[in-house]
Nanobody, 127 residues
């Protein structure tokens, strides 16, 4: 089973940038779609971004579109979330996740589409 470890979170002022990384152990990384989700205190976990197993297709939540960029490097077993123009509303614990099924088609926006999760990394944006 794949293990996912996020890093790169921290405290940043509004308008700043952060780069989150998710490192996957094992060989079961390529050929799976990957996603980022976030959960703010008192709120449900919400979709942020996803990238297809091929890396060709990316999809973003409306709230982050144009500010966040997801990418993957299968040779390094990593998926990255570049976050620019951060807002206080982006404050949350960010989780990366691997899709449940290999070669998944379509846009995977629901937590139910993913079966492996990291422990999360805290992102705090001050105003």
């Amino acid at each position: 089973q794949v293990q996912l470890v996020e890093s790169g979170g921290g405290l940043v002022q509004a308008g700043g940038s952060l780069r989150l990384s998710c490192a996957a152990s094992g060989r079961t990384f390529a050929n799976y779609a990957m996603g980022w989700f976030r959960q703010a205190p008192g709120k449900e976990r919400e979709f942020v971004a996803t990238i297809s197993w091929s890396g060709v297709t990316r999809y973003y939540a409306d709230s982050v579109k144009g500010r966040f960029t997801i990418s993957r490097d299968d040779a390094k077993n990593t998926v990255t979330l570049r976050m620019d123009s951060l807002e206080p509303e982006d404050t949350a614990v960010y989780y990366c996740a691997r899709a449940s099924r290999i070669f998944s088609a379509g846009t995977l926006k629901g937590p139910e589409d993913y079966s492996s999760w990291g422990q999360g990394t805290q992102v705090t944006v001050s105003s």
